[in-house]
């Protein structure tokens, strides 16, 4: 069955940075494009950033580029997301998702979610 | 930006009752719009693709429509299992973009 565990979470402080991975299991990553989607506390949900199924393509959410950096080793089945220069709103559970890669888009898994906390 | 306006922002509902959830798109986006429950505490899950097609496993209770650039989450009979969030997502253009959510409650 279909598998995406986030790690790397934890507490940081401002402007400092953390690296999310996705350990993904149960398909064949290297098919399909993968994102990132966080969540404030009791906020709704933000998209984050997307990588087409090679890596070729990268697309980002305005609040975070030039920040973050979204990457794939789909020879480690794993997805990661760089997050530079973190800022206390930037403070969430970060999930990661898989995208169909079909006619129609849409995340049909998801991750438990990581918690970044960013806070001196 | 493609902006998604959902409404209403909560609802409490009884079970057994029907409850209709609209999304409505701040640009044209065809059919590229779904929905996903995220019940407490829990990572978020696909409930409707496409405006209008069951994702596998989910309830036959759950369903979706379209008509132009408003969009509509149905539940034709309300069940306790149903307590949860439910955003809408457009996924016609990046930045992807969803709803603010719908509360859904059970008197």
């Known amino acids: 069955q279909v598998q995406l565990v986030e790690s790397g979470g934890g507490v940081v402080q401002p402007g400092r940075s953390l690296r999310l991975s996705c350990a993904a299991s149960?398909?064949?990553?290297?098919?399909?494009?993968m994102h990132w989607v966080r969540q404030a506390p009791g906020k709704g949900l933000e998209w984050v950033a997307v990588i087409t199924y090679d890596g070729s393509n990268k697309y980002y959410a305005d609040f975070v580029k030039g920040r973050f950096t979204i990457s794939r080793d789909n020879s480690k089945n794993t997805l990661f997301l760089q997050m530079n220069s973190l800022r206390s709103d930037d403070t969430a559970v970060y999930y990661c998702?898989?995208?169909?890669?079909?006619?129609?888009?849409?995340?049909?898994?998801w991750g438990q979610g990581a918690l970044v906390t960013v806070s001196s | 930006d493609i902006q998604m306006t959902q409404s209403p922002s909560s609802l409490s509902a009884s079970v057994g009752d029907r409850v209709t959830i609209t999304c409505r798109a701040s640009q044209s986006i065809g059919s590229s719009l779904n929905w996903y429950q995220q019940k407490p505490g829990k990572a978020p899950n696909l409930l409707i693709y496409a405006a209008s097609t069951l994702q596998s496993g989910v309830p036959s209770r759950f369903s979706g429509s379209a008509s132009g650039a408003d969009f509509s989450l149905s539940i034709s009979s309300l069940q306790p299992e149903d307590l949860a969030t439910y955003y809408c997502?457009?996924?016609?253009?990046?930045?992807?973009?969803f709803g603010q959510g719908t509360k859904v409650e059970i008197k």
């Open positions: 997502q457009q996924s016609y253009f990046t930045p992807l973009t």
């Open positions: 998702a898989k995208d169909n890669s079909g006619s129609y888009s849409y995340f049909d898994y």
């Open positions: 149960g398909f064949t990553l290297s098919s399909h494009g």
